[in-house]
């Protein structure tokens, strides 16, 4: 019998080229899961898809606040295989203090985050529901709640704002999903080592700045891919059959 706790499954992971994204559908696939990676970027799609090697996989480019791609992602991914998981991993946003922020950068924000959450959900749902069986993990972040060294730095409130909407989805279509076998989670990181990310935190903790993040931070560093990976695992995964609707911190204590 195989000891792969995900053998058999098939994961669909947005912005899968890099980061989180990347090190989700790594782990996944690590665990026995076929997985499906969506990125817009082509070149960080080919790049995961080689990290995989024989690992059973499609990667498939798409730019998930389009309607229309997403659209055609679905039926591509559902063409290959039926759908057990989906981890809404694309968001971020444009930071910007108040009396400066421009609608654009507020409305790119909230479609970065929310717009592709609800795209992709809606066309994972029906299949889901159908076979009675899904996992659906979206990324919060800490600065739901505000995040100290972005919002007194840089001011951030579209992505905090965009980040708190993630948990509301969750708890309430873990409300409206109950009864049908799917199960909806948010997992919250904390300052993480990405590719992108990493470098910038990084630098404000080697300044001293007052609101570093490994000051802020009780574990004291940088939170790596992979435990946010591991969080999303478990979430996604049969261990977490009896939890809908919560959302797990991996923020070194904050
Ligand atoms: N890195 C952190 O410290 C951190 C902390 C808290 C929360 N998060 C959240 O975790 C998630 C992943 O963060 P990350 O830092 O790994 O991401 P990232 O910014 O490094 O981007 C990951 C991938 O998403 C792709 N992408 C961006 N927009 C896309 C779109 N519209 N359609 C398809 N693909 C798109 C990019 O090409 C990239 O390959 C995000 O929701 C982010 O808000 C990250």
Redesign the pocket.
């Known amino acids: 019998m195989s000891q792969s706790r995900l053998g058999g499954r098939t994961a669909l992971i ?10 989700a559908a790594l782990r996944l696939a690590e665990e026995g899961a076929a997985v499906i990676l ?4 082509e070149e ?2 080919r790049e995961t898809a080689a990290l995989l090697g024989d690992a059973p996989h499609l990667a498939i480019p ?5 309607e229309a791609q997403v659209a055609d992602l679905f039926s591509a991914a559902l063409a290959w295989r039926p759908l057990d998981i989906l981890v ?6 444009r930071s910007g203090r108040i009396a400066d922020l421009s609608l654009e950068d507020w409305e790119a924000t909230m ?3 929310l717009r ?1 959450m609800f795209l992709c959900t809606r066309a994972a749902v029906p299949g889901m529901a159908a076979r009675g069986y899904g996992r659906i993990v979206c ?5 739901r709640n505000g995040t100290v060294w972005n919002a007194f730095y840089t001011g951030a409130a579209p ?1 905090s704002t965009a ?1 708190a909407g993630v948990i509301g989805f969750v708890r309430a279509l873990a409300i409206e999903l109950g009864d049908s076998g799917i199960t909806i989670n948010a997992v ?11 470098p910038y ?1 990084r630098a404000m903790d080697e300044q001293g700045l007052e609101y570093a993040p490994s000051r802020m931070v009780p574990l004291h560093r ?2 790596t ?1 992979r435990e ?1 990976a591991d969080a999303i695992l478990f979430l996604a995964g049969d261990e977490a059959s009896y939890i809908t609707g919560t959302t797990l911190d991996v923020a070194g204590g904050r």
């Open positions: 947005t912005g899968a080229g890099l980061g989180i994204g990347r090190a969506a990125d817009r970027n960080r799609l798409c730019d998930v606040t389009s809404n991993n694309v968001g971020g946003g479609a970065l985050s592709s990324l919060s972040s800490g600065a992505y980040k919250a990181p904390g300052p993480i080592d990405t590719e992108l990310a990493g935190l940088l939170g891919p946010v």
